[in-house]
């Protein structure tokens, strides 16, 4: 079975920090990757995802997230962080070839701290 | 854009009630799902649809059952609500297929509290 494993359960950070969240993803197949976005008391919002071609993907609001086979990871980065981005971030991965099953991490709690 | 709407955002039952949670999706996908969001665990799917009156188990369906009678609309159904179904439930839908269309897009959730 697919599992999705994010380390860090909750990340500080300083505002205007650089910022990095931890992916990896057990499937040595075809995959395709996402980062969702959760607010406070909001439902979950795509934020990016990986589907082919360039390796490195990112947001409209200044985040990147590079797929890096070989380590079957799908980290996500900022490189200076905002209030507004204190949020939970989930990275789910979706195998090719076995229906229509996500697979989601456990969630990373990031609070960018004034 | 697409809009999925669940019918409580809060919900407060008794041990022992039968429950619905109600989701609807206004953009004709195919693929509907069931999440139960808890601390530490993240997302865990509990069952999904992929076209009208057809289900499949997610990966913890004890406890639950759902219905698909109409493609806009995916219902989950507690039939004996328990203290440990407690949790925040989040309903998604996507388009079927490979491509730019394989993203889910999820609804506000509801909150159930099993007393």
């Known amino acids: 079975a697919q599992s999705v494993t994010q380390l860090d359960s909750q990340v500080p950070v300083f505002e205007e920090a650089p910022v990095e969240l931890r992916c990896n993803y057990s499937?040595?197949?075809?995959?395709?990757l996402f980062w969702y976005v959760q607010y406070p008391n909001q439902g979950l919002q795509l934020l990016l995802k990986?589907?082919?071609?360039?390796?490195l993907v990112e947001s409209i609001n200044g985040f990147e997230a590079e797929f890096n086979k070989s380590q079957t990871s799908f980290h996500l980065r900022k490189p200076s962080v905002h209030i507004s981005d204190t949020a939970e971030y989930f990275c789910?991965?979706?195998?090719?070839?076995?229906?229509?099953?996500?697979?989601f991490g456990t969630g990373t709690s990031l609070t960018v701290i004034p | 854009d697409v809009k999925v709407t669940q019918s409580s955002r809060y919900l407060v039952k008794r041990t022992g009630e039968k429950v619905f949670l109600e989701c609807v999706q206004d953009?004709?996908?195919?693929?509907m799902f069931w999440y139960r969001q808890d601390p530490g665990l993240g997302l865990r799917l509990i069952y999904f649809?992929?076209?009208?009156?057809?289900?499949e188990k997610g990966d913890i369906p004890e406890g639950y059952s759902v219905s698909r009678e109409k493609k806009e609309r995916f219902s989950l159904i507690l039939e004996s609500a328990s203290t440990n179904q407690t949790s925040m439930y989040l309903c998604?839908?996507?388009?079927?297929?490979?491509?730019?269309?394989?993203?889910?897009?999820f609804g506000p959730g509801t909150r159930l509290t099993v007393l």
């Open positions: 998604a839908s996507s388009l079927r297929g490979m491509g730019l269309t394989d993203t889910q897009y």
């Open positions: 499937s040595s197949v075809s995959v395709y």
């Open positions: 990986y589907l082919s071609g360039s390796t």
């Open positions: 789910a991965v979706r195998v090719l070839n076995t229906g229509n099953q996500f697979y």
């Open positions: 953009m004709d996908h195919e693929n």
């Open positions: 649809s992929y076209d009208v009156k057809m289900k």
